[in-house]
C-alpha cells in the first residue's frame, strides 16, 4: 500500500473515532472532522491524479465518466440515430447516426457504454457484437458516398465473447471494419474516450487522426486478461498495466495515436462540460487539418501512417 | 497394429520391450520371448514411448510411427487428423522443391515495452527452432505458377503477431503487388503478441491495409487457415481472403473457448469454432484434406489466370 492510502485509511479510522467521542460525550467536534474531510479529498484527488497507469484503468473506468451520450449532447447539433446493419439487427453496444459538427454535416459512430446497470444490460456494457461493427462499417460506406467526415468515439472492454458472436463473425466483422477502413474515402479521426479494449476498440480506430484523453487507456489485452495469462495471477493487474504501455502519454511516444486531450484534474468525471469541450476542440483542430487534404493525399498518408506503426530491426 | 506389423514396416523400428519378455539373437534373427499377450501395443506404448520414432495422435490415440506420418504429410493415417505443421515443414510439403526464395530474413524482434523476459524468450526460440520469427514470407512455385507466401509458424510463441510478423506480412503483400503476384497465406497464431502491447495490435490494421492494397490491384488472396487461428489474425488478414480455406477440424475463431465458457458460464459444444462448424456459418469458402491442398490451390490460382495473372494472358 503506498503512504498516501495509508494516510487515507488513517484519517478514516480518526474521523470514525471523532464522531464515536461526539456522541459519547456530546461534546462538538465538527470543525476537526470538516479539516479531516478536507484532507480526505485532496489524498484522493491525487491518488487519481497520480501517473501510475493503474489510476488511470480505475479513470477510464469510472461510472460516471462522460459517455457516448455526453458527447452527443456537446458537440453535435441535430443529431440522428441510424439504427441496424441491414443484415440481422440493431446492436445497442455501439451508437451512430448523423449530424452537424461545428456546422459541418459528420457522421458519428461510438461504442456506447450505460451509466447505469439498466441501460448497460441494454448496451451490454459497450461489447458489440458482429452486427455493432457492420453497422459502423455501413454508416462509414454512407459517410464516404456522401462525403461526410467520420467521427468515432471508442469506449470499450472490448468486443463480445458469446456462441452468438463466434457463430455470426466476430473476427470477420472486425478484420472488415480493419480493411475497409484503411482507404475510406473520407476524413476519419477516431478519439479513445474512456477504455480501448483490444481487437473490439481497433476496429473504430483506423483513422487519419487517433486521439486519446489523457486518462483513457488503450491495449491490447486488458490489465487483468495479461496478468492471468503472462503473470499466471489476474490480481497482479496493477503491475501488468505498467508493462502493456497502455496510457496516452505511452502510446504517443509508440506513434501508435497522434495527440492527447487534457482532462480536469483528477478525471474527465470532475467536469463533463469542460471534457467534452476539449475533446470539441481538438477534433476540429485535427479535422480542419485533414479535410484542407486531397482526398487521394489523404487516403495515402493514412495508409503510410499505419504501414508505420512497429518497431524491429534489420 | 500387432509387434510383428512393426517391424515389417519398419526394418529399423525400435519398440520398447515389456520388462517380463527377453530378446535373443539368433542366426542373426532378434527373437523376442515372452512377449504378453495383446492385440495392439497401443496400450504398452502409450504409458512410455520413444518420441523419436512414435507419435500418439490425440484424436484417436493410435501410436504411429513418425516415418509414415511424415510420408502423411502429418495426417494420422487411421482417422485423418491433422498434426500441426511449421513454417519449414509447410513450405516444404506446398511448393515446388527448391522453388521458395525468402524475404526479410534479416528481420529481427525488439523489446519496445521493454517487458520483462522478452528478449531471452525470443533469443532461446531462435536459438532452439532455427527460425527468426512467427512467419517466414517469400516467393515460391505451386505447380511452376508464381506465387508470394506467408507461412506462419505455431511454435514461435503460438504464432502470435508482434511488429516483426505484421511487417513482414505486410511486405510481401506489397512486393507481391510489385510482382503482380497472387498471395497464399497459412495462418496459425494465437493472436496478438501480448509482450509488445499496442504494436502488436496496430500490426491487425497495417497487414489489413496491405491486403486492401493488394486486392485495389485486382490480385488474389487466398487464406488458409490452420489449427489454431484465433484471436487478431482472425480478427485481420486471416478473415480477409478473397478465397479462405481451412483445414479439417482446425480450430478458428476470435474469442478463446475458456474466456467464451467464463463469460456465458455453460460449456461449449465440441464442435464450436472447428472449421466445420465455420463453414456450416459461411465464414470459410471449403475445408480441404492436407493431401489435396497443393492441387487446390493450383487449381483456384489456374482459374485466376484468366487476366494478367503472371503476365500470361
Ligand atoms: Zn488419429
Not at chain 1, 464522531?19 to 491525487?46: H, Y
Amino acid at each position: 500500500m503506498g503512504s498516501l492510502d495509508f494516510e487515507l485509511k488513517e484519517i478514516e479510522r480518526k474521523i470514525e473515532e471523532i464522531n464515536k467521542f461526539m456522541k459519547s460525550t456530546g461534546i462538538d467536534l465538527s470543525g476537526e472532522i470538516d479539516t479531516l474531510k478536507k484532507r480526505k479529498d485532496a489524498i484522493q484527488a491525487t491518488i487519481l491524479s497520480e501517473s501510475g497507469p493503474w489510476n488511470r484503468v480505475l479513470i477510464a473506468r469510472h461510472k460516471n465518466r462522460p459517455n457516448y451520450k455526453d458527447y452527443v449532447e456537446g458537440m453535435l447539433e441535430d443529431f440522428m440515430e441510424l439504427h441496424g446493419d441491414r443484415n440481422y439487427k440493431d446492436d445497442g453496444a455501439i451508437v451512430g447516426g448523423i449530424g452537424y459538427f461545428n456546422g459541418i454535416p459528420v457522421t458519428f459512430i461510438s461504442h456506447a457504454k450505460g451509466k447505469d446497470t439498466q441501460e448497460n444490460i441494454l448496451r451490454n456494457f459497450g461489447m458489440p457484437h458482429p452486427e455493432g461493427y457492420r453497422k459502423a462499417l455501413r454508416l462509414m460506406k454512407q459517410a464516404e458516398k456522401f462525403k461526410r467526415p467520420v467521427i468515432c468515439l471508442i469506449d470499450t472492454p472490448g468486443a463480445y465473447c458469446g456462441i452468438g458472436a463466434e457463430e455470426r463473425g466476430q473476427g470477420e466483422a472486425i478484420a472488415r471494419n480493419l480493411l475497409e477502413m484503411s482507404d475510406l474515402k473520407t476524413p476519419i479521426i477516431s478519439v479513445v474516450i474512456g477504455e480501448g479494449g483490444s481487437g473490439g476498440a481497433l476496429a473504430l480506430g483506423v483513422a487519419d487522426r487517433v486521439l486519446m484523453l489523457e486518462n483513457s487507456i488503450y491495449s491490447v489485452i486488458s490489465p487483468e486478461g495479461c496478468a492471468s495469462i503472462l503473470l499466471k495471477d489476474s490480481s497482479r493487474a496493477d503491475e501488468a498495466a505498467k508493462y502493456l504501455k497502455l496510457t496516452a502519454k505511452d502510446l504517443l511516444e509508440l506513434k501508435v495515436i497522434d495527440d492527447i486531450i487534457n482532462e480536469p484534474a483528477g478525471g474527465a468525471h470532475n467536469d463533463i462540460k469542460m471534457t467534452v469541450d476539449n475533446v470539441k476542440e481538438m477534433i476540429s483542430k485535427h479535422l480542419k487539418e485533414i479535410m484542407a487534404k486531397d482526398i487521394n493525399e489523404l487516403v495515402r498518408d493514412r495508409y503510410n501512417k499505419i504501414r508505420c506503426i512497429g518497431v524491429y530491426s534489420e | 497394429m500387432a509387434w510383428k506389423d512393426i517391424f515389417i514396416k519398419r526394418k529399423y523400428a525400435t519398440v520398447i520391450i515389456p520388462k517380463e519378455s527377453s530378446v535373443k539373437v539368433k542366426d542373426n534373427l532378434i527373437e523376442i520371448e515372452n512377449l504378453p499377450d495383446i492385440k495392439d501395443i497401443s496400450e504398452v506404448l502409450e504409458k512410455e514411448y520413444d518420441k523419436d520414432i512414435f507419435s500418439k495422435c490425440p484424436s484417436c490415440g493410435e501410436m504411429l510411427i513418425n516415418l509414415d506420418l511424415y510420408e502423411n504429410l502429418n495426417v494420422c493415417t487411421k482417422c485423418n487428423y491433422h498434426f500441426r505443421l511449421d513454417s519449414k515443414q509447410r513450405i516444404e510439403i506446398t511448393f515446388d522443391e527448391g522453388s521458395a526464395e525468402y524475404f526479410d530474413e534479416n528481420m529481427r524482434t525488439l523489446n519496445p515495452l521493454n517487458y520483462p523476459n522478452y528478449k531471452e524468450k525470443i533469443s532461446n526460440l531462435q536459438k532452439e527452432l532455427e527460425i527468426n520469427e512467427g512467419v517466414i514470407t517469400g516467393k515460391a512455385k505451386i505447380n511452376d505458377k508464381d506465387i508470394c507466401f506467408g507461412a506462419m509458424d505455431w511454435k514461435f510463441i503460438m504464432g502470435s503477431m508482434g511488429s516483426v510478423v505484421g511487417e513482414k506480412l505486410a511486405r510481401m503483400f506489397e512486393k507481391a503487388i510489385e510482382l503482380k503476384l497472387p498471395v497464399v497465406v497459412f495462418s496459425v497464431s494465437g493472436g496478438a503478441r501480448m509482450q509488445e502491447g499496442m504494436l502488436s495490435l496496430s500490426q491487425m490494421a497495417k497487414v489489413s491495409a496491405a491486403v486492401k492494397n493488394h486486392s485495389n490491384h485486382g490480385l488474389l488472396y487466398i487464406s488458409v487457415l490452420t489449427d489454431p487461428t484465433t484471436g487478431g489474425v482472425t480478427a485481420s488478414f486471416a478473415s480477409l481472403g478473397d478465397i479462405i480455406i481451412a483445414e479439417p477440424k482446425a480450430t478458428i475463431g476470435f474469442a478463446g473457448k475458456r474466456v467464451i465458457e467464463q463469460t456465458i458460464r455453460q460449456k461449449l459444444p465440441e464442435d464450436f469454432q472447428s472449421a466445420e462448424f465455420l463453414l456450416e456459418h459461411g465464414f470459410v469458402d471449403m475445408i480441404v484434406n492436407r493431401k489435396e491442398m497443393k492441387d487446390t490451390l493450383y487449381k483456384i490460382l489456374t482459374l485466376h489466370s484468366g487476366g494478367d495473372f503472371n503476365g500470361e494472358s
